[in-house]
């Protein structure tokens, strides 16, 4: 066992090298690298990629896992069975999967994306029919090589990214979000709001809202000395250790919130990692434990806290210090309904935290159709539109507002978009728990999201990944998952 | 003979993707990486390089070199010839100095930087000694390794930085500076130049003086999709391909000389390797040939172009468009004279354009005696302070302002300083001989850099590591190096 223990080790040690170069990369070219040299760089890339599925795919260090594995009741450490659990289901698609298969299917979501930007581009569905067909198809497949006597079908591809949760799961949470939810919202949203002008139309310099931006790094206390926030076309954070994760960020100047809430909703992915327990920045378990548990960070920052009234309160006046004249007359309340705005839309990443979820409930039924083999491609967009006017209330006119809108789907990701919807739902119950312990608005009114950050980092952060988002949700809230925590919040804050 | 190009091809690529990474690294620490993460990277960095080495020791890398360097003549491409001359030179290293010698020498030169860093603070040069006793004393065995029938002593570590400069031409060089050059020195700064107090003693926004070095990229035709400007607390210039070189400046709010002659430096060095031929890109022959040929492209563009009359007839009405109130009253000739004062210094990094070589005088005739055992370093404070003022005419009166201020001899690099003077040198010799084929100055006048550009393009930068030095200056030039030019230009240019 020491033996294998070593070679896993000594491995380890070179993955979160090439990982590191491999994310410092991907950090490079999203925010600074010139556009003349990206082509360059993917090269440099393909490279180094290569050299690190050579250690992956190294028979010693495969087989070290696979003894690791069967002989886990020797392992004393509980954060090393969980790298061992991890790693060998991370080997099953090496081992499961034809070579061929796996490398086409590399090539194949390669090109996708840029075949699906010109279809969108050009609003041409039938463009992409014929990739996403093969993808469909890849991923009916790989459903099939990946199945267990514990997971079945789309349950295959939902576990990758939300460990636990299934079809099973899922179909509870978003069958409270269709039917406790959906009316209210579609209720809520039947009238237009309608603001100052001065808040839609005003021109908000960008100089403030970087200064604005720069006040909430400190509002929220994310540690520059372990942080750094750019610009990008479309907000993102980047992380690597606990020493190290990064956000953006993007300004528009007809558009205040914009630049407020990306910084706001980045920092929450970014003080996760930072939080995690710098004792796994050499392992594999830094980072978030899964996509539902950090969107619900995310979320949690963004709306829960920075869409408050409490947080507004005291933090208005400096926004009304840096914009004196484009703010002058609005008051808190109309800024707070503003921010708050909800409305009948087509475009997911431009939803608001209301409408939010039943975006994503017309991905998940369509992609549980699909991978049921109950939908074919070539009826996707029908099928999209009549969920959209269902649940959402409103119908795309054309393809590019509708099915085409997404990238995910081009690049194989499919049970991704469920732990959007998921995060908000997390983080409407881990708030509640927390509120019992500590009084949140009172930490917001004191300007104190220190005292926040402090109890997420002891029920949540420090944890990374070695926890799955099951055990994480009963640390924090002492209970299992539940979806209603989340639907009562969005009754309760926009029935005011 | 295929076999082993397809060897030395194959490692190659992987070298460069390596290289690529490790610059990225740096430039990243350098320019942006978050302080605390500084020890992580590190780490990361330090397994990277382990991986190169294992790669670039591989016996049969190795064995490829060694064939094809004595096949070379088998060999068509000149190009390929170059690269395998210059991996063989570097094999030699490898080869020839004992593995524990060479690995302790690492060592020692990894703390070096540190230890000098604490002496230099604390004025201590007995805390230095013991330290560079030993780093010199491994040069000199470094030295008896590598001799070979062409090289001799310290000819050996001049050759590394400026290939077929040996102590005879650079004896010859520092001669003509020494005779010629000095005696005027002393004679220009007897008396110390006095300028408008609004010049040395005014305040000029940062933000100012970043407006005014992005106007300065655009007139040095600096690409910004091939290249970024960023700060950092010593400008470098930091380069991997012909479509990626960057550069930093800094900026201080007391000295408005600083960012622009630092920003135009590091764009004389970015726009050499921009203007490589891309087929080098790939191969180990992108960058520049030495460093005596970068710092002269670097210096022109900084001194003869950018500390010209001409170019501020032009330019100063943007920069006093930009501070107003700051240049009031400050004509184009007392800002003339500003930026070319000349005064008898201590620091060579702050020396001007007139006095810079006797300062690299001084540190090349001490690392002639120190290779040749001709002087103990117990005694160099002594005979730094001597020859600091026979030729530079004033003496420090510490070690932290004489012997204590160049970080280079604790990282080991002897032979480096006196390419610094070269660069000069080169510079005035290829101007001049450009001059004969464009009129530089009225490309100047008429804001066409490109011209400048364009020439050294075809006559120096496109070669990138394919051509000597001497060769490069052949076909520049269309003679040997020649001192002269160097001395001729400063007397004229400081007579006036």
């Known amino acids: 066992m020491e033996n294998y223990i070593n070679i896993y080790k000594e491995t380890r040690k070179k993955i979160k090298a090439y990982g590191y170069m491999m994310w410092l990369m991907s950090w490079d070219r999203e925010t600074e690298a010139p556009k003349a040299s990206l082509a360059y ?79 969108k581009e050009k609003n041409d569905f039938e463009m992409y029919r014929p990739t996403l067909e093969k993808i469909v198809a890849f991923n009916q497949k790989l459903v099939k090589y990946l199945e267990t006597d514990e997971l079945k079908g789309y349950d295959v591809l939902l576990d990758m990214y939300e460990e636990g949760f299934g079809v099973k799961e899922y179909d509870l949470f978003f069958n409270t979000v269709k039917e406790d939810l959906a009316p209210f919202v579609l209720e809520v949203t039947k009238h237009k709001q309608r603001f100052s002008r001065k808040l839609t139309k005003g021109i908000f310099h960008i100089q403030g809202q970087k200064a604005f931006s720069e006040y909430l790094m400190d509002v929220f206390h994310y540690d520059r000395t372990k942080g750094v926030l750019k610009e990008s076309a479309h907000p993102f954070t980047s992380g690597v250790s606990s020493v190290d994760t990064r956000i953006t960020t993007r300004y528009h100047e007809d558009n205040l ?21 710098p004792k796994y920045d050499d392992t594999m378990l830094h980072g978030g434990t899964s996509l539902g548990i ?18 507004w309160k005291i933090h208005y006046p400096k926004l009304v210090e840096i914009f004196p004249k484009e703010l002058k007359n609005i008051t808190l309340e109309e800024f707070y309904q503003y921010i708050n705005r909800a409305e009948r839309s087509l475009i997911r990443i431009e939803a608001d935290e209301l409408t939010y979820a039943l975006h994503v409930l017309v991905r998940y039924e369509i992609e549980k159709q699909l991978i049921s083999r109950k939908l074919k491609v070539k009826d996707l ?11 959402v209330g409103k119908k795309p006119s054309n393809d590019k507002e509708g ?93 005011n």
């Open 41 to 119: 760089s993917a090269k440099q890339f393909s490279v180094i990629q290569e050299e690190l599925y050579a250690i992956e795919s190294n028979p010693d260090y495969m087989d070290a896992i696979e003894k690791l594995y069967e002989n886990m009741d020797q392992l004393e450490d509980h954060d090393f069975k969980v790298e061992i659990k991890n790693a060998y289901k991370d080997l099953r698609m090496i081992k499961m999967v034809p070579k061929d298969e796996y490398l086409a299917y590399g090539l194949l979501t390669q090109e996708g994306p840029h075949i699906w930007a010109e279809a």
């Open 381 to 391: 967009p029908k099928r999209w539109n009549g969920l959209m006017s269902k649940y």
């Open 257 to 277: 919130a914009s630049s407020i809430f990306s910084t706001i909703h980045e920092m929450g992915h970014a003080i996760y990692e930072l939080q995690n327990d």
């Open 294 to 311: 950090h969107e619900s960070e995310s979320r949690m920052y963004e709306n829960m806290i920075g869409r408050s009234y409490a947080f």
């Open 403 to 495: 099915v085409l809108q997404d990238i995910h789907w081009s690049f194989g990701s499919f049970g991704y978009f469920p732990t959007y919807a998921l995060g908000s739902a997390y983080a409407a119950q881990i708030y509640q728990a927390m509120n019992k312990e500590i009084n949140v608005e009172e930490a917001v009114l004191n300007n104190q999201i220190n005292l926040i950050n402090d109890w997420l980092k002891e029920h949540v952060h420090k944890f990374g990944r070695s926890k799955t988002p099951k055990e994480i949700m009963m640390i924090a809230t002492k209970e299992d998952f539940k979806p209603s925590y989340y639907v009562d919040y969005l009754i309760k804050k926009f029935t």
